[in-house]
């Protein structure tokens, strides 16, 4: 029996002979591709080198990439487990041609590959392949490799044409497919790939032919270098030489499924019953890598699609008994399996159990309560003889539990029940909106006050955070974070945290509050936001990690230093911003607001009417000089007053107390302010104003970044010219704007012609229908489908037939992305007389499980299953009669 291992090898060695260079696979975390969560295929990793954007030094590539389809638009998740092919985490080998060899190459290299003795070795007789409809470059190589001409089935656009986008590079794909046999057939008539594409053809090599270059009116151009990439499906493969039927039976799950079976003492069973074990398996290795690859559980972006993917894992780990968390004791097996391909994993296993297992322990202390309120859920519904879970119901889970909602549904699923997804969403926006709503008072008005009159007895937080980014503390109060009350807290809970002494700045000026964490022996606690008192009370808002907290305890308090770093380029560039406006726009300019954040900086100010290009180019020009020049920022304490004199300038609003802190950037910009800074202004790198419009009479905004921030903003943008530039086939960059506004009159030219022909289409469709006039009572009736593209288009075509008509009733139907737009027009001697339009169509409409209605002369309505229409539209006759005859 051929290993999976081997098989990744053996394809890797075979296409190295053949002149390919060995490229490993790269992250999991798709580098410089925002349109993607992870990556999931093995050319994402040269999108660019196929678009034209970058050149290697190789021109052949063999890899063995890594994948995840989870989340996002190519998600398996669902389906994991329950069928024998589906993975969020699987393994796509490939090689690649940059403009170099093409059709006859690689089909003879897969041909050889998948039926040489020293290779694969697979029966040629089991072999058949798909091909684009019109491609008979590939017909003629199969059939020199002696494929016979009924096992090689040509395929339409769907199924056989492949393209990276709208636009781009596309071009026929050509599939290889073994017949697994007749016991595996559906017992259709005709069992064929092209017919009912059952099991018994199993595809596992994808050849994708990059021959041309899809424009935006859907022209395709042939390439001049055009591109191979493949991808042969490694489980698949495995399946398929392991002699195996289900992908989880190979090697490469086998062995992790066994350790399940070792850690829960229940059998396999290679059916429904073995479901557990097979998503188990599939997860925890998905897991394993994704943290390998510096993905961390969290609630957004691809932490949260992964903690999705473990508490599924853990939640079928409860149907086999398990209690506590086992899934990092699964983790092993994955790394004896994977760890001589990838090293990362062998690498990163301690900290991969480690973070597995915190995460099973978050989830079990909630799992056990949620699961036993839901049971009562589901007691409740059978009893009451109901099929659908109340949105009430699933978000009480969530909201007391932290039990997911894909869980509830998994549960539902299995029960035969749905769940009120609907519902669920509308009680989490409306806990999203209290939340938030919290969050503004906690801090403010009567909440203020709770806190206040709990630590009246507490001296005030001495803050060293100026100078020191951690500092040793004692924890001298540990309050509820809603009702103020002294506590304690555990793993978990939220509260706040009063110190002695804090190095964390809180949110004031504009300056939101520090982030970082707070440490003791056993004891890891999260800073998520920073608040101050009038008392002078620091108010850190947190949540317990790990270990217990309470009042007494000594802590390292450490801010988060690049969160840290970020927000201070941004305040000190703030300052800067606010004296430019000033020097282009004149002194009338005050600061009505701002917000300094670690990734921008927001700034309001008091002027009429927007800012013209040249006026902020003006702005940005006097903050990037103070930035070259590397002016010094400095600070001081003096009386107010004496700032004042000084040019001090003042936040209108603002309450200052005798003595002030003032900021001065060498000697263009001194304003009083208690936030976190620079040292020099070079520091900030650069600035870039990324926006700027009004917000309230009289008061503009603008908004900006620095640092890194500016320098992944203007990347972004020449990335953005760079494909534009592509896609208009601009010499360069600075040809887009000619380029673009030859396409524009272009399309422009087009649309009035594609105006043009569909009036006449639609004319000649409704004199078609007009030609096929029915009588019902003595009155006319056209009804028919059309394929009109708007309701508008069908309005204005059913106004055309019934002034031909003179006198009768028009109804007519267009279905357009699934859905049916109606429409019903009686002639002015009949509406509202004998024929009323509105309740007309309203009939219609239900009939294709819609509604609507409208004027006795006019009226429209909408339906959901076009497969009703036909039915429907027949209906018409019967319908109006039943008016006629009212």
């Not at 230093?561 to 300019?589: F, I, Q, S, W």
């Not at 800012?611 to 600070?635: D, K, S």
């Not at 001065?664 to 650069?686: N, P, R, V």
Request: hydrophobic share 40%.
């Amino acid at each position: 029996m051929m290993t999976g291992s081997e098989i990744r090898t053996k394809f890797i060695e075979f296409f190295k002979q053949k002149g390919h260079t060995h490229v490993p696979s790269s992250s999991l975390v798709p580098a410089n591709d925002p349109t993607l969560l992870f990556t999931n295929a093995g050319m994402n990793q040269f999108k660019d080198v196929f678009l034209g954007l970058e050149q290697r030094p190789y021109k052949r590539a063999v890899t063995a990439q890594k994948c995840v389809r989870a989340g996002g638009k190519h998600n398996d998740l669902d389906a994991v487990g329950r069928t024998a092919r589906h993975h969020t985490f699987f393994e796509m080998l490939g090689n690649f041609s940059f403009g170099d060899y093409f059709k006859k190459e690689a089909l003879t290299w897969a041909w050889e590959f998948v039926t040489s003795k020293e290779w694969l070795g697979l029966d040629p007789d089991r072999i058949w392949v798909t091909i684009y409809k019109d491609d008979d470059e590939a017909y003629e190589i199969w059939r020199s490799l002696g494929l016979p001409p009924e096992r090689i089935v040509r395929m339409g656009e769907k199924d056989n044409f492949w393209a990276m986008g709208d636009t781009g590079p596309c071009g026929p794909c050509s599939e290889i497919f073994v017949d697994m046999g007749e016991e595996y057939s559906c017992g259709a008539e005709r069992c064929a790939i092209d017919t009912c594409g059952c099991d018994r053809w199993r595809e596992f090599w994808n050849n994708v032919f990059m021959q041309y270059n899809r424009d935006a009116d859907g022209r395709l151009t042939p390439l001049e270098r055009p591109g191979v990439d493949t991808g042969l499906g490694l489980e698949r493969a495995a399946s398929i030489l392991q002699g195996v039927w289900s992908n989880y039976d190979t090697d490469l799950l086998r062995r992790i499924i066994d350790r399940v079976v070792e850690l829960s003492g229940v059998p396999y069973d290679p059916g429904e019953k073995g479901m557990p074990h097979r998503v188990i398996a599939d997860h925890v290795r998905c897991c394993t890598f994704l943290i390998a690859d510096g993905v961390r559980f969290s609630n957004e972006g691809r932490g949260y699609v992964m903690r999705r993917i473990l508490r599924r894992a853990v939640r079928y780990g409860r149907t086999l008994g398990f209690k506590e968390p086992f899934m990092y004791r699964v983790v092993p097996a994955v790394v004896e399996l994977m760890g001589d391909a990838y090293p990362e994993v062998r690498e990163n296993q301690p900290l991969i159990e480690q973070e597995i297992k915190k995460e099973e322990e978050r989830f079990f202390a909630t799992l056990e309560r949620g699961m036993e309120k839901l049971e009562e859920v589901l007691a409740r519904l059978r009893r009451d003889g109901r099929t659908e879970i109340p949105g009430d119901d699933a978000f009480f889970l969530y909201d007391s539990y932290g039990f997911p909602l894909d869980i509830v549904q998994d549960v539902a699923r299995e029960q035969g029940l749905r769940v009120d997804e609907e519902g669920f969403q509308r009680r989490l926006q409306e806990q999203r909106e209290r939340a938030r709503a919290a969050r503004d008072v906690t801090y403010t008005g009567e909440r203020l006050k709770v806190f206040a009159d709990h630590l009246q007895d507490v001296p005030p937080t001495e803050f060293v955070g100026y100078t020191d980014l951690v500092a040793e503390a004692t924890v001298l109060a540990v309050l509820n974070a809603e009702t103020g009350e002294p506590t304690g807290a555990g793993a978990g809970d939220t509260c706040i945290v009063v110190l002695d002494r804090t190095p964390f700045y809180a949110e004031g000026g504009g300056q939101v509050g520090d982030q970082g964490l707070m440490t003791a022996p056993g004891l890891t606690i999260r800073v998520e936001d920073t608040k101050k008192l009038p008392a002078g009370h620091y108010l850190h808002l947190v949540t317990v990690e790990q270990g217990y907290l309470e009042r007494g305890q000594r802590v390292t308090a450490a801010v988060d230093r690049e969160r840290r770093r970020a927000t201070m380029k941004n305040h000190t560039a703030t300052h800067l911003l606010h004296k430019a406006l000033r020097e282009v726009l004149g002194t009338h300019v005050q600061q009505a607001g701002s917000l300094v954040a670690p990734d921008r900086l927001r700034f309001d100010f008091t002027h009429d009417g927007p800012l013209t290009p040249e006026q902020i180019r003006a702005v940005e020009e006097r903050v990037n000089r103070a930035v070259e020049e590397g002016l010094p920022v400095t600070w001081e304490y003096k009386p107010l007053e004496e700032a004042k004199a000084e040019g001090a300038m003042a936040l209108f609003g603002e309450k200052y107390g005798e003595i002030v802190r003032v900021v001065s950037i060498g000697d263009y910009s001194k304003e009083l302010c208690g936030g976190t800074h620079c040292t020099s202004a070079a520091q900030i790198g650069l600035f870039k104003i990324v926006s700027e419009g009004g917000v309230a009479a009289g008061v503009r905004r603008v908004e900006a970044v620095t640092g890194r921030g500016a320098y992944e903003y203007i990347r972004t943008l020449e990335e953005r010219l760079e494909q534009a530039a592509v896609a208009l086939k601009a010499p360069s960059g600075a040809d887009v704007p000619a380029r673009a506004e030859a396409a524009m009159a272009q399309i422009r030219s087009l649309e009035k012609e594609v105006e043009a022909l569909r009036a006449r289409l639609a004319r000649h469709e409704a004199d078609a229908l007009l030609a096929a006039v029915q009588e019902v009572d003595g009155v006319k009736l056209v009804a028919g489908r059309t394929g009109a593209g708007s309701a508008d288009d069908l309005r204005q075509m059913a106004d055309y037939l019934r002034d031909k008509l003179g006198s009768g009733v028009v109804v007519l139907a267009a279905v357009a992305e699934g859905k049916v737009t109606l429409v019903a027009a009686a002639t002015k001697d009949l509406a509202g007389k004998r024929v009323h339009a509105g309740n007309l169509v309203r009939e219609l409409a239900r009939r294709v499980d819609g509604s609507g209605g409208g004027r006795p002369d006019m009226a429209m309505a909408g339906g959901k299953s076009p497969e009703k229409l036909a039915e429907a539209l027949a209906a018409a006759p019967e319908v109006l009669r039943a008016q006629l005859d009212g």
